[in-house]
């Protein structure tokens, strides 16, 4: 069973950026679509993107197109999420887990025999 550790959070101004890492062990990597997701205060944890496991096929949600950037390394088994021109409303702690599939017309939900990490979290203020 795949298991994820999440890293790279911290405090960054309005329109600064953090780069995300989602390290991985426990299984083989790159049988595995990866998703980020997050979850705000008081509020439903939601999809944020996610990336086939060959790495070919990636998807954002509207609110944050043209501003993150998946990608991974299967070399290093680890998945990463660039986050530029952060918002007061990308704040909120982040989360990566295997999904059942990445694709165009299908929501990014977590795999059922996945487990959620602990997380890292995103604080953005002025």
């Known amino acids: 069973q795949l298991q994820v550790v999440e890293s790279g959070g911290g405090v960054v101004q309005p329109g600064g950026s953090l780069r995300l890492s989602c390290a991985t062990s426990g299984a083989t990597f790159n049988y595995y679509h990866i998703g980020w997701f997050r979850q705000a205060p008081g509020k439903e944890r939601e999809e944020v993107s996610c990336?086939?496991?060959?790495?070919?096929?990636?998807k954002y949600v509207a609110s944050v197109k043209r501003r993150f950037a998946i990608s991974r390394d299967n070399a290093k088994k680890t998945v990463y999420l660039q986050m530029d021109s952060l918002t007061l409303e990308d704040a909120g702690v982040y989360y990566c887990?295997?999904?059942?599939?990445?694709?165009?017309?299908?929501?990014?939900?977590?795999?059922?025999?996945?487990?959620w990490g602990q997380g890292t979290q995103v604080i953005v203020s002025s």
């Open positions: 887990a295997p999904v059942n599939l990445c694709d165009p017309y299908t929501d990014i939900v977590k795999a059922p025999f996945a487990a």
């Open positions: 990336i086939s496991n060959s790495g070919v096929n990636a």
